[in-house]
């Protein structure tokens, strides 16, 4: 089992340009596990799912802007597409 101690020290020589095949291969040496030696380089996903709801929104209000301004449906697929984004990334939570 891997320590936070430990791990806040290996990101911090990663962030000093450490090479992470030197780490791996020093921490392989210490005895400690693939899974425990992945917990020290997990990355960092985004969360995207407020931006695909704001832009759902901004892009509804311009489809209904155009609609009255011109006449015309057009480009509805963007807001669609926007809010099925968001209702994926809600639900892999």
Excluded: Q
């Amino acid at each position: 089992m891997i320590t936070s101690e430990k791990i806040s020290e290996v990101k911090k020589k990663t962030k000093n340009g450490y090479p992470v095949g030197e780490l791996k291969n020093e921490l392989i040496n210490e005895g400690y596990t693939k899974e425990d030696i992945a917990k020290c380089f997990e990355v960092h996903k985004a969360d995207m799912g407020s931006w695909y709801l704001f832009f759902g929104v901004v892009f509804s209000f311009l489809c209904i802007w155009y609609f009255f301004e011109y006449g015309r449906i057009i480009l509805v697929g963007l807001p669609v597409i926007m809010f099925a984004l968001y209702y994926k990334a809600n639900k892999k939570k």
